[in-house]
């Protein structure tokens, strides 16, 4: 594998069209200003119409007045998940129907922790989370709160490694968002950012998806993701957008060093001034007749040859590799 990064692609030189391998090679800090301000997803019930009995608007009122500013968790490992990381749960709600050894995990930690686990009929879990598979579990928790960019920073800088984020250019579809955090969380990422508009949030179904990955690796929302790329720069941080057809091989391309990767969204790929301000491009090779991956998929290949090359690169150095997942085993 070659040392030498390939040129920079835009405005933007990379010392003579050959970038130094190692750590730190930008000069400057980040400024948060403008992107990455901590939000809640809030989500608001509206009242059915036409109750048929009093009984069942009464059940109305009670299910509504517990969204507020929380949200639901549905199925065993987002619940589990959520409970280890400490995240604010107000009340478990499990089927009565629910096979103890399935759900004894749950049983277990949320007794340990305090939190109130109500055993309700399965139609109520149906109305508190329609179209998710609960696996007879449903937690009513505090929505996930946004991150700021200098915190994925601060949690690359205070393990001791070269940043790895990984960005998402209008990634609309919430199961991909979920499976990139699942990844994210298994290959080291320091931090997921996505940007405000045309973008999938930190919803139920993300969480869901992510098996729960969305308790350990932190998600930054910001208004401009191309603002966020230059800031990145200035940070120390090159930028490697994943893309059809591009010229550099995906495989002899160094990764070692500080780098954000940009995937673009299912339908389009990388939008037009995303792709001019990245440093260089990364092309999968592609046999078949079909010539693109699925955001997640592109993702998870390309995450995980920047685990292979940094391990390579410890052991160069005499550094005995360590585990992304043991962060919080």
Known sequence: MSNQYPKASGNRQAGGGARPSGQGERKGGWNSAGGGRKEKDKRYAAAPANKESTQDNE???????????DEYLAGKHPVLEAMKAGRSINKIFMSNQAQRHLIQPIMEEAKARGIVVQQVDKSKLDRLVPDMQHQGVVAQAAAVAYAEVDELLARAKERGEAPLIVLLDEV?????LGSVLRTADCTGVHGVIVPKRRSAGLTAVVAK???GAVEYVPVARVANLVQTMEKLKEAGLWIAGADVGASEGFYETNLTGPLAIVIGNEGQGLSRLVKERCDFILSLPMAGQINSLNASVAAGVILYEVVRQRAEAQKKRGVTPSSPASDHA
């Open 172 to 176: 609309e579809d919430p199961h991909n």
């Open 59 to 69: 059940q109305w009122v009670e299910e509504s007045a517990l969204k507020g500013d």
């Open 209 to 211: 998806t992510s098996a």
